[in-house]
């Protein structure tokens, strides 16, 4: 028996009707996070606080269904508070046509946080990670009041990038307090969730741990945060995308047709979200020869600016194929902190710059839209 889809799942949740409209859950955009671990599945239901104790029949309902399904043995569903932003708020958003191409409202800003971006990959072991903390660090370099959220689910790879342990604490019992690198506030999935802890329960938790992570950390007042996104495009990452008040996404694609094919595939998932694609990256572009300086292009070499072109988005740096950026990266001292006089930081640094000045730049103010809370 093969493993559910989501779209079967999605079909089974299209049945279930909210108590209060007779819209289905789905239709309600209610339903997050769904994973599916062979015959195991689990998502997220998201509520209003308050309503959380009425809706249990719903939940249960939803977990039933599922597990009635073929090839499904066991379904989890928990339910997670929705944090939108009032009513007034989404209806003037509404009426100010910040909408997606979906039809769904932007999502809230986070206060203090003057714009987030995403650095995402169509495919993992791309190097997004390593593009991620460095670009964060090269911001904060250039003066950028900078924080880096590690999203990435399947794998949370930043504390150790980053060469931070343990768990963050709570000065006043509601706001986490981020752990910190070279001056950039960091938070992690790898902070919060237990790394042996299966899939199952960490695919609906890290809805809401994300949620959390963005509102309930003390991130104080940032220029930007970097969120390191799950690699791919499946559910979890177009709901992250959606969720997310993103100013805009940064794609990290290696030069190979094969990895290319899914960084299109995240441009298009960010379009359809209507998220702005700032541009692309091609990791390990070349190979620069630390004895004797020659250029390999191990990996065939120009393809995201191929890409970049077809997709009419801009090709924002190549990063050399390099040991030192491994050792750094993988030791916890990411080369732009760590080795600033080399010319693989020098690469990271011109990618800071394009970025702060997208940020700064007109494209972004339209991106961006600052909302008046009258
Ligand atoms: P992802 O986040 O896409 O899964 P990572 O950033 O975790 O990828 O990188 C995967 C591996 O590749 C890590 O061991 C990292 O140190 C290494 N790596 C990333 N970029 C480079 C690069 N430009 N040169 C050499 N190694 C790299």
Known sequence: MNEPTVEAIHRVLAEI??????????ERGMVSGIVVKGKNVGFALEVPAADAQRLETLRRACEDAVKAMAGVSSCTVVLTAERGPPPEIQAR????????????AAPPGVPGIAAIIAVASGKGGVGKSTTAINLACGLR????????????IYGPSLPRMAGLSGRPTTADGKKMQPLEVAGVKVMSMGFLVDEETPMIWRGPMVQSALTQMLN???????D??????????????LTMAQKVPLAGAVIVSTPQDIALLDARKAINMFRRVDVPIMGIVENMSYF?????????????????????????VDFLAEIPL??????????????????????????????????RDKLRGPSAAKAFPKIVYA
Request: hydrophobic residues 30%; aromatic residues 4%; proline residues 6%.
């Open 288 to 312: 620069a020869c630390p004895n004797c300086g020659q250029r390999t292009e191990i990996f065939a070499h120009g393809g995201a600016k191929t890409c970049a072109d077809t997709y009419n």
């Open 322 to 355: 390099d040991i030192a950026i491994r050792e750094t990266s993988d030791g916890g001292q990411p080369i732009v902190v760590s080795r600033p006089d080399t010319p693989q930081a020098a690469a990271y640094m011109d990618l800071a710059r394009t970025i």
């Open 224 to 237: 930007v945060l970097v969120v390191d996104m799950p690699p791919g495009t499946g559910d979890a990452q």
């Open 93 to 104: 958003r509404q009426q100010q046509g910040q909408q997606g191409q979906q039809g769904q």
């Open 141 to 152: 370099a250039l003066g950028l009041r900078t924080g880096i959220l590690d999203a990435d």
């Open 216 to 222: 309930d950390v003390a991130w104080g007042e940032l």
């Open 17 to 26: 009707r909210h108590p209060d409209d007779e819209k289905s859950v789905i």
